[in-house]
């Protein structure tokens, strides 16, 4: 039977994370493509304790309905961990503005749900977090881009995009600033400080324009070669900008819990989407995650995480300098769980003779122009590749495999990887 489908339904389309990821789970494919966390580092017996002690401590509150803000204690820590991560006083971040979703991914989808309409202009990096790309094209939005350096978003340029929106009188539509400053997927590239605090005095400089900006820091506690920098959000003040983190890449993806703090403007609009939504999200996943910082074992299993991805990162550069050295260019993250590749004059499309010729010798990557909003304007010799879900022997083997394909496709042979 064919329904009438909502034009939000027709705009969906389904994401090419999900074919990579399908891929990577057959035979004897190394996928250095799915952005998971590593799945050894999962703190199976931290949480296996946790539960004795919950179920002792905490009854049956575990398995009730919560509220659609979240578990007060768990919200209490979070801002307590946010305002000590900034420097800040614990009373700057005042309860109410925080607020438990299901993953960050969720209060994105809120967030634009309630701030665009069809035809408004949302701004974001170039390259940017994928996944947030589909929402946005399901949302109607126009989606315009701002290039990024090795300090992050470039400023300067975000000044003259919205000096000429403002010139050509859509200052009104402009609705959301997108900015994923630490560790970015896909590039690692963070946003410096000195590029924080000119973006913060940036937006306050246009009276015209009353955007959001959201600051997606789901990769901030992953660092590994750098110091913290001070949030957009303590910059500003928390007037404009909500701040968003998620317990899935430090803690555990499946427990799918994530955190923001809210403009005081979007508190009550958020809180009645969401209970739309449902109601609250899952109170036992928050109830464990509390557990785990109450047993001071959160932070210990962060540090171990950093450590962990330090040397993996380290491991795929070394094999990307043996392999592709003169041949590619990266830059080295500080944090997070990817590497953003060039390979020069060599298209890396789904469709292009490398993705193909990678399918075959079993190893696969994300195609670096999905990060892109302007498809076919955007570079198209960009790939993103992951360390986080893969091991050290697949590390050496994945890129050994990806140098393999790039020399078969540059030279014309059709020779295939051989188990």
């Given at each position: 039977?064919?329904f009438?489908?909502?034009r939000?339904?027709r ?16 035979g ?9 966390v590593?799945a ?15 179920f002792?401590?905490r ?10 803000e979240?578990l ?27 607020m ?22 949302v ?47 859509r ?34 400089s246009f009276?015209s324009m ?7 820091a ?23 900008v909500?701040?968003?983190?998620t ?9 799918r819990?994530?955190?923001?703090v809210?403009?005081?403007g ?30 001071g074992?959160y ?28 041949r ?22 789904m ?13 696969l ?7 892109y909003?302007?498809?076919p ?15 050290s ?20 042979c059709?020779?295939?990887?051989r188990?």
């Amino acid at each position: 039977m064919e329904f009438a489908i909502s034009r939000r339904g027709r705009l969906a389309q389904p994401q090419p994370i999900s074919y990579l990821m399908a891929q990577g789970v057959s035979g004897d494919c190394i996928s250095l493509a799915a952005g998971l966390v590593d799945a050894g580092s999962l703190p199976t017996e931290g949480v296996a304790g946790c539960m004795s002690s919950f179920f002792a401590g905490r009854g049956r509150a575990g398995l009730q309905y919560g509220t659609t803000e979240g578990l007060v204690s768990l919200r209490e820590k979070v801002r307590k961990r946010l305002s000590h991560a900034d420097g800040l006083d614990v009373d700057s971040i005042p309860l109410e503005r925080v607020m438990l979703s299901t993953g960050s991914q969720q209060m994105l989808y809120i967030l634009t749900e309630i701030m665009v309409d069809p035809g408004d202009i949302v701004i974001t990096a170039a390259p940017t977090y994928f996944v947030y790309l589909g929402t946005l094209e399901t949302a109607g939005a126009q989606v315009l881009s701002v290039p990024i350096d090795e300090q992050g978003l470039r400023v300067e340029e975000l000044a003259k995009l919205l000096g000429r929106i403002e010139h050509e009188g859509r200052a009104a539509k402009v609705k959301i600033i997108y900015t994923a400053d630490y560790f970015q997927n896909p590039s690692g590239m963070s946003l410096s400080l000195d590029r924080r605090q000119e973006l913060a005095a940036l937006l306050g400089s246009f009276e015209s324009m009353r955007p959001l900006i959201i600051e997606d820091a789901a990769y901030r506690e992953l660092r590994f070669e750098s110091d913290d920098t001070r949030s957009l959000w303590s910059i500003d003040g928390g007037r404009r900008v909500a701040y968003l983190g998620t317990f899935s890449k430090p803690f555990s993806p499946g427990l799918r819990t994530g955190f923001s703090v809210l403009p005081e403007g979007l508190i009550d609009p958020v809180r009645v989407v969401k209970g739309n939504h449902d109601f609250g999200s899952a109170g036992f996943n928050q109830h464990v995650i509390d557990c785990f910082i109450d047993e001071g074992l959160y932070d210990v299993h962060v540090e171990k995480l950093r450590a962990l991805y330090a040397e993996k990162c380290g491991l795929m550069c070394k094999s990307l300098t043996q392999h592709l050295e003169g041949r590619a260019e990266w830059v080295r993250p500080k944090g997070g769980l990817y590497v953003w590749v060039r390979i020069p004059g060599l298209d890396t499309g789904m469709d292009s003779p490398l993705f193909k010729r990678c399918v075959a010798n079993g190893v696969l990557y994300v195609p670096g122009i999905f990060a892109y909003s302007d498809r076919p304007s955007a570079p198209k010799d960009m790939m993103r590749l992951s360390f986080g879900p893969v091991s050290s022997e697949e590390i050496v083997e994945g890129v050994g495999r990806l140098a393999m394909s790039i020399e078969q496709v540059s030279s014309g042979c059709s020779g295939g990887f051989r188990p």
